[in-house]
T-cell receptor
Framework: DGGITQSPKYLFRKEGQNVTLSCEQN?????MYWYRQDPGQGLRLIYY???????QKGDIAEGYSVSREKKESFPLTVTSAQKNPTAFYLC???????????????FGPGTRLTVT | AQSVSQHNHHVILSEAASLELGCNYS??????LFWYVQYPGQHLQLLLK??????LVKGIKGFEAEFIKSKFSFNLRKPSVQWSDTAEYFC?????????????FGTGTRLLVSP
């Protein structure tokens, strides 16, 4: 059963702690993305990776870090520097991220992070 | 600033009513346009997309959208909604000058269809 998995579904952390959100895909996609979804703000791009060992900042990268050591995995770390970390985080992947033709982005089920 | 606007944040309709959700974008260059849907408890999924050609595009589940270039709009329509259409709908734009397949999302519209 191919797809994108994100774990856990709900995550609770104390302020000041770093937390890592998992994203795994078995679609053999080169490109992966992290979005943040807040009520009334839609989805905003945090980081994206076009290929293994490469990643780029999106629109709201401050306070976040990522790694892409394996094609199927793109973990996101929410650091203590992120001022408003409580949000719903969505991971996505696509066959490629290049601009030669469109490759649909497939989304995972999301992780809801609550920081108190 | 470049953005995607969805003017209706919450829409409540009765079953069989017609639906139109507005989407406007402010990118001046060539764009690809999308509507995504997020049903309660489910993944975000693609409803329909427009790249070029016929400005009236049809998607899944009876949805369609019309691209009006002069108005920078891509409104979503459905002639007769069902209770199962209750979901959050997102308009998204892919500006073709960013160097990668970037999606910029609108703020979303929550649709509630009452039986």
């Amino acid at each position: 059963d191919g797809g994108i998995t994100q774990s856990p579904k709900y995550l609770f952390r104390k302020e000041g702690q770093n937390v890592t959100l998992s994203c795994e895909q078995n679609l053999n996609h080169d490109a992966m993305y992290w979005y943040r979804q807040d009520p009334g703000q839609g989805l905003r791009l945090i980081y994206y990776s076009q290929i293994v060992n490469d990643f780029q900042k999106g629109d709201i990268a401050e306070g976040y870090s990522v790694s892409r050591e394996k094609k199927e995995s793109f973990p996101l770390t929410v650091t203590s520097a992120q001022k408003n970390p409580t949000a719903f985080y969505l991971c996505a992947s696509s066959l490629t991220a290049g601009t030669r033709g469109w490759n649909e982005q497939y989304f995972g089920p999301g992780t809801r992070l609550t920081v108190t | 600033a470049q953005s995607v606007s969805q003017h209706n944040h919450h829409v409540i309709l009765s079953e069989a009513a017609s639906l139109e959700l507005g989407c406007n974008y402010s990118y001046g260059g060539t764009v690809n346009l999308f509507w995504y849907v997020q049903y309660p408890g489910q993944h975000l999924q693609l409803l329909l997309k427009y790249f070029s050609g016929d400005p009236l595009v049809k998607g899944i589940k009876g949805f369609e959208a019309e691209f009006i270039k002069s108005k920078f709009s891509f409104n979503l329509r459905k002639p007769s909604v069902q209770w199962s259409d209750t979901a959050e709908y997102f308009c998204a734009v892919n500006p073709l000058n960013t160097g990668f397949q970037k999606l910029v999302f609108g703020t979303g519209t929550r649709l509630l269809v009452s039986p």
